[in-house]
């Protein structure tokens, strides 16, 4: 199947930086990501579905300028989180969507990062 | 609105004997059905997607599914758990009417007894 990889896994930042999250897909272009975010033992929550050469669309709830987020290539979206904050550690997750045909609504996930904030 | 609900959160078997996780969903058109697994701190694997053609699925690692439009249910089963099994599993909706967006439910996380 198709590959997603997130960088970093793991990331701990003092409170007030900020910290970038990249997502690749590794062997298919990607048009469209998505980035999901998840509590412990909680589901994924999406967060914004991300367009090559557009502007993100975020979901309901989302503050689009404390979650950065461009995808300036069909490989790579990348995920800003400004101004971190202990409330904003949490499991981030991105997806890509493969754009095969019949397969148009697969979406393959990261790894996945890590984030803490102290 | 398109919905999921796993009906059970926590499931126990035992190694060597079936496993059941039930699946029921909302969809305002034909939907797209997946079974995802999540071992701790990784990322989500595709067991297996239900795309309108046979309403049994197989999957990976032995998994299957079963779509039942009259039921809206979607149930994965696997004959036989290995201890490898144990994970959290989400069964995940995705319609045109909501632009292919995947919605989760709640998950369910199985545990393997020796």
């Known amino acids: 199947g198709a590959v997603v990889s997130q960088h970093p896994s793991w990331v701990i930042c003092k409170s007030g930086t900020s910290v970038k999250i990249e997502c690749r897909s590794l062997?298919?272009?990607?048009?469209?990501m998505f980035w999901y975010r998840q509590f412990p033992k909680q589901s994924l929550m999406l967060m914004a579905t991300?367009?090559?050469?557009?502007?993100?669309?975020?979901e309901q709830g989302v503050e689009k300028d404390k979650f950065l987020i461009n995808h300036a290539s069909l490989t790579l979206s990348t995920l800003t989180v400004t101004s971190a904050h202990p409330e904003d550690s949490s499991f981030y997750i991105c997806s890509a969507r493969e754009p095969l045909s019949g397969s148009t609504d697969t979406q393959y996930f990261g790894p996945g990062t890590r984030l803490t904030v102290l | 609105a398109q919905s999921v609900t796993q009906l059970d959160s926590h499931v126990s078997v035992s190694e060597g004997t079936p496993v059941l996780l039930r699946c029921n969903y909302s969809?305002?058109?034909?939907?797209?059905l997946f079974w995802y697994v999540q071992h701790p701190n990784k990322g989500l694997q595709l067991l297996l997607k239900?795309?309108?053609?046979?309403?049994l699925v197989k999957g990976i690692n032995g998994f299957e599914a079963e779509f039942k439009k009259s039921e809206t249910s979607f149930h994965l089963t696997k004959p036989s758990a290995h201890m490898s099994d144990a994970a959290e599993y989400f069964c995940?909706?995705?319609?045109?009417?909501?632009?292919?967006?995947?919605?989760f439910g709640g998950g369910t996380r199985v545990l393997v007894k020796p």
């Open positions: 995940v909706v995705s319609d045109k009417a909501a632009g292919n967006k995947l919605t």
């Open positions: 062997d298919f272009q990607a048009t469209t």
């Open positions: 239900y795309t309108s053609a046979a309403t």
């Open positions: 969809s305002s058109y034909s939907p797209s």
């Open positions: 991300s367009n090559e050469g557009s502007k993100a669309t975020y």
